[in-house]
């Protein structure tokens, strides 16, 4: 019952009311009529993430994989990212324009003024260089973490008129590195007290704070405030500090400032060093200062190095010959018989710097085709990995972009030269960046004159202008010689003008001339490229595009295909899309021809219509020769006429094998 009742179905659907319903229902159609049960895929882009909740510190960076995938005609999306983000964080998409099977990396960057907290953004997906009008989107959660935390001591007790040190730990998040400014808040310990941090920006994991509490401090107990700062990050934490009034024992203190000096070799690095005595020093003569730990290749001197109440500046000196490395060196204060020692870090650094090499450093790559040059690197001082890219491709070439290692010595890199690339010699600025660091080579990239082409194409007009909306025609020329005289060729496309469509007909030929048809879109300047598929170095030519906006209403007709494959003896479908530009609303009128007269039928679902589409089947004859012919469709609304021209290729229809009955030829049932 099943079976008939698809019988029946494409007995009384036939033709144009088959088509109509197909359109409607998204049934398929052909001479037999319409299966609603067949379903047409509809065109979609899906857009998945690597993960959906990237998390990222202040002053990090995090990226994210995205995937799009196509289904039933879009190949290619262009992402954006579709919302405001908080302040301090941005986003890159590396590229913006994926084809299928590609990807796309969204790479987070928070400063240091991003604030901690979730935030919630779209990553768009819109459909690109077709017209199917398909887009997406994908929802990530993004969450600025919290950078880090203090912690401080339990609580400390403090005599007036000495000096009491403990640790401000700095707990970090993973992947925070930043340093953290620290601060004690004067307003929470005793009136004059003197605070000094060491070191006053926490790049590790912790910073000693000394307080030098006066005799004048009133007794009692403080709660100290101690404060933790990056960029709009901040951390408080408290400790309770107990002064006490007693006889105060002989004491000072010793400090170095700053903790760590960076020097270059052959530097040199001053610090200042800080002796504080209590009163209970009084008459116990001057504070003696001495080093060890000075490396080879360095001296230290102390200005002066007998101190009573005032400060003294060491001053290490070092050669060009002394190793890179990083150096304690333990300052020790002897009074009398008591000694405290204090250590500053010495950091040798030879500066950072590379340069780069080609091997070979000259090329020579045919159009179409592709090779390899290798770079490689000579470091002097801690490099990180180096990106490489190219800053000077001519039209036409492309590299891959990429980079080496930090423990790598050279890379590969691919380029890949178009058969649109002008012949000749170019000199190609190959550069790597690491950080600040920025180094240039220079590679010789020789694409040579390709061999004669038998055939040769000219576009007769190849500069014009149209307005946004409007259809243009640009006469083809093919010269052929030798064995391209009669031969079958496939004329192809590039570069199709933004917005709008371009097409040839005929799109496969045997003769000398064909017509590129343009329908105008997006004003701006386009560039259209006409080629021959035919050998390594197919012939082409340019047809530059300037396109204006439209202000009066028109429209134009699109052949959907342009190109379409037929067999002789039955109606094709295929569709025709009126473009309406400028509020144009007119009803459009429809009627085709062929390029031989009486060899063909044409049937529109609407002979006119005020919509965007109609409907259009095309009967070829079974006297139609095999191989490309020419169809016109005109659209009529009033005095305005719009014509264009299609392809078809034309072949045998399939063998008719008659049905096999093994009791006998039966009459189907009523």
């Not at 590229?95 to 790479?107: E, K, M, R, Y």
């Not at 490229?529 to 134009?556: C, E, H, I, R, Y």
């Not at 079974?622 to 191989?627: A, E, I, N, Q």
């Amino acid at each position: 019952m099943l079976r008939t009742t698809r019988m029946l179905r494409r007995l009384i659907l036939p033709g144009a009311v088959c088509f109509a319903q197909g359109m409607a229902t998204g049934c398929t159609c052909d001479s037999r009529g319409c299966d609603s049960d067949e379903q047409v895929a509809a065109a979609r882009i899906t857009l998945t993430a690597s993960t959906g909740a990237p998390e990222l510190v202040p002053g990090g960076t995090v990226q994210v994989t995205l995937t799009p995938t196509f289904t039933a005609g879009p190949t290619r999306a262009t992402l954006s990212v579709a919302n405001v983000l908080p302040g301090g964080v941005t986003a890159t998409l590396v590229p913006t324009s994926v084809a299928a099977g590609g990807t796309s990396v969204l790479t987070l960057t928070a400063d240091s003024t991003a604030r901690a907290g979730r935030f919630v953004f779209d990553v768009a997906a819109a459909e690109a260089g077709t017209n199917f009008g398909v887009n997406t989107s994908t929802t990530l959660t993004g969450n600025v973490l919290v950078p880090f935390g203090l912690t401080t001591p339990n609580g400390r007790s403090i005599t007036v008129g000495t000096v009491e040190e403990f640790t401000i730990g700095v707990s970090r998040t993973p992947s925070f590195t930043a340093p953290v400014g620290i601060v004690v808040d004067a307003a929470t310990v005793p009136a004059g007290t003197g605070i000094v941090i060491a070191p006053p920006t926490v790049i590790g994991a912790s910073a000693l704070v000394r307080l030098n509490v006066p005799l004048s401090a009133p007794t009692g107990q403080y709660l100290v405030r101690t404060i933790g700062r990056y960029g709009a990050s901040l951390d408080t934490a408290r400790f309770l500090l107990t002064v006490l009034d007693v006889p105060v024992p002989p004491d000072f203190t010793l400090a170095s400032t700053p903790a760590t000096s960076a020097i270059v070799p052959g530097g040199t690095a001053t610090m200042d060093i800080a002796t504080t005595r209590n009163i209970g020093t009084l008459g116990m003569g001057n504070i003696v200062l001495t080093v060890s730990g000075v490396p080879t290749g360095a001296t230290a001197t102390f200005t002066p190095s007998n101190v009573a109440t005032a400060n003294s500046q060491f001053v290490v000196t070092t050669t060009p010959t002394i190793a890179d490395g990083s150096y304690p060196l333990v300052i020790t204060a002897t009074l009398g018989a008591l000694a405290k020692a204090a250590t500053t870090t010495l950091v040798v650094a030879t500066p950072a710097n590379f340069a780069l090499s080609l091997t070979p450093a000259a090329l020579t790559v045919a159009r179409n085709a592709t090779a390899v040059t290798t770079v490689g690197i000579q470091r002097t001082g801690p490099v990180a990995a180096v990106s490489i890219d190219a800053v000077s491709l001519p039209p036409g070439v492309t590299m891959t972009p990429n980079s080496i290692a930090a423990t790598a010595q050279n890379a590969a890199l691919t380029f890949n030269v178009s058969n649109t690339t002008a012949p000749g010699t170019y000199p190609i600025i190959i550069r790597g960046i690491s950080g600040a660091l920025a180094r240039t080579t220079t590679l010789s990239l020789t694409i040579p004159i390709p061999p004669p082409s038998p055939v040769t194409i000219q576009l007769l007009t190849p500069n014009v202008s149209a307005t946004t909306g409007s259809t243009i025609k640009i006469p083809i020329r093919l010269t052929r010689t030798g064995n391209a005289i009669g031969q079958l060729l496939e004329l192809r496309l590039a570069g199709f003008p933004i917005g709008g469509h371009a097409w040839i007909a005929p799109s496969v030929t045997v003769g000398d001339s064909a017509t590129l048809t343009v329908v105008a879109g997006t004003p701006g300047v386009a560039r259209i490229v006409v080629t021959a598929a035919l050998g390594a170095f197919p012939p082409s030519d340019v047809a530059n595009l300037t396109v204006t906006p439209a202000t009066a209403p028109d429209f134009a007709i699109l052949p959907a295909p342009q190109t379409l494959n037929m067999s002789t003896g039955s109606f094709i479908p295929m569709g025709v899309e009126i473009w309406r530009t400028n509020g144009f609303t007119g009803a459009v009128s429809f009627q085709a021809t062929g390029d031989i007269a009486g060899q063909y039928q044409f049937r529109f679902s609407l002979t006119q219509t005020t919509g965007s589409a109609v409907g259009f089947e095309i009967y070829a004859s079974p006297t139609v020769p095999v191989g490309p012919h020419l169809i016109s469709i005109r659209g009529t609304s009033g005095s305005v006429v719009r014509e264009v021209t299609m392809t078809i290729v034309v072949s045998e229809p399939p063998p008719y094998t008659p049905p096999y009955y093994p009791n006998g030829i039966r009459r189907p049932p009523p």
